[in-house]
Every structure is written in structure tokens, then in C-alpha cells.
T-cell receptor, first 112, second 109 residues
Framework: DAGVIQSPRHEVTEMGQEVTLRCKPISGHDYLFWYRQTMMRGLELLIYFNNNVPIDDSGMPEDRFSAKMPNASFSTLKIQPSEPRDSAVYFC??????????FGPGTRLTVL | AQRVTQPEKLLSVFKGAPVELKCNYSYSGSPELFWYVQYSRQRLQLLLRHISRESIKGFTADLNKGETSFHLKKPFAQEEDSAMYYCAVKGSTLGRLYFGRGTQLTVWP
């Protein structure tokens, strides 16, 4: 089992460009989470899904951020337009219950 | 509202010294607490949970409801313990964990 899969692992883009991050959760896990990690703010929950339905998106910074989960095996986090302050490591995690979460390797995003 | 506070962003100790990573929480009800760890170039992973009352890699954490704390302790730190440690509390909303900002532990040789 490869665990949670994220792509790309690294993304460098210019300000104003659209960025799409992808996540494949562990099969059978009902929950999917998107987090952002920065030195200043630590680990922030952006949004999470239960059975493909968004439950809490209060952590999404602004309208430039959107997330979808069209099926149980795939989710995307999109930033449009991107800004330098969006530079961070973005983690996806999945969970079979409401306790232990299994994290992906993260996507390191740099917006120039 | 659920909150987790980790007062130290950085913590350094020498190998063999005791180490304590502090975590305080606010939660109404019966809390469930966790410690997650992220080693260099590895994924964030669960280290231990208070309901298991387990010791993992020599680490223990006791839930103190009176002090609303869940400090992570190890009597003799090792260099391989150097990592980022996150304390988390299970929220009242199904599925949600609230994470602290993390403590970067460095164990010097």
C-alpha cells in the first residue's frame, strides 16, 4: 500500500497562475483532509470531506482557493490566481475514522 | 472551542538528556489527544494517543485534565528523535483534529 499519494511533489509557479494539487487517499478511508504547513502558522486545516462531501471549509483562506472530491479516490485543491503568500507545503490526509489520520508526502509550492 | 497550544516552537537538548514537549488544550467535554511526529523527509505520522496509554520509541504522554495538558516526555533523548512534533485534540465535529503549531525538537550529539 503506497499510502496517501500527492502530486506534484514540488511546484514552482509565477504569481497569477493557476495551481492544482492532487491527492489520492487510501482506499476505504471515508475522510479526506487538506492542510497547509508554514513556519509561521504551523499546520492549518483548509477543508475536509466525509464520503466525498465537504464538511468544513472554514479554513480556506479566500475565494482563490477551492477544493473538490469528485469520487472516493481523488481530490484536488486549486489556487487561482496564486500569490507569493500561498507558498507553503500542502498536505493531504485520509482517515478511516475520526481519529487517526494518514498523511501524504506533501506538495511544496513556491509562488514567485 | 477546541484549541491546542504548544508554547515552544523550538526545543534543543543534548543526547541522553530528558526532554518534555509541552501541550495545553482547551476542550469542553472528554478530550482525546494525540501526538504526531514528522521526521526529516518523512510523512507526518501518528506517534501516540492518550487513550492507548502506550509508550512509543520511549515517549510517553499523560493526560492531565486538571492542568489541561498532554505533555510528551522521554527520559533520555536520542539524536533520531530530532523532528517536528504536533499535538492534536479530537474535535466535537466528526472527523476533525485540531493541531497545535508544532515544536521542532533538535537533539544534539
Amino acid at each position: 500500500d503506497a499510502g496517501v499519494i500527492q502530486s506534484p511533489r514540488h511546484e514552482v509557479t509565477e504569481m497569477g497562475q493557476e495551481v492544482t494539487l492532487r491527492c489520492k487517499p487510501i482506499s476505504g478511508h471515508d475522510y479526506l483532509f487538506w492542510y497547509r504547513q508554514t513556519m509561521m502558522r504551523g499546520l492549518e486545516l483548509l477543508i475536509y470531506f466525509n464520503n466525498n462531501v465537504p464538511i468544513d471549509d472554514s479554513g480556506m483562506p479566500e475565494d482563490r482557493f477551492s477544493a473538490k472530491m469528485p469520487n472516493a479516490s481523488f481530490s484536488t485543491l486549486k489556487i487561482q490566481p496564486s500569490e507569493p503568500r500561498d507558498s507553503a507545503v500542502y498536505f493531504c490526509a485520509s482517515s478511516p475514522n475520526d481519529r487517526e489520520q494518514f498523511f501524504g508526502p506533501g506538495t511544496r509550492l513556491t509562488v514567485l | 472551542a477546541q484549541r491546542v497550544t504548544q508554547p515552544e516552537k523550538l526545543l534543543s537538548v543534548f543526547k541522553g538528556a530528558p526532554v518534555e514537549l509541552k501541550c495545553n488544550y482547551s476542550y469542553s467535554g472528554s478530550p482525546e489527544l494525540f501526538w504526531y511526529v514528522q521526521y526529516s523527509r518523512q510523512r507526518l505520522q501518528l506517534l501516540l494517543r492518550h487513550i492507548s496509554r502506550e509508550s512509543i520509541k520511549g515517549f510517553t504522554a499523560d493526560l492531565n485534565k486538571g492542568e489541561t495538558s498532554f505533555h510528551l516526555k522521554k527520559p533520555f533523548a536520542q539524536e533520531e528523535d530530532s523532528a517536528m512534533y504536533y499535538c492534536a485534540v479530537k474535535g466535537s465535529t466528526l472527523g476533525r483534529l485540531y493541531f497545535g503549531r508544532g515544536t521542532q525538537l533538535t537533539v544534539w550529539p
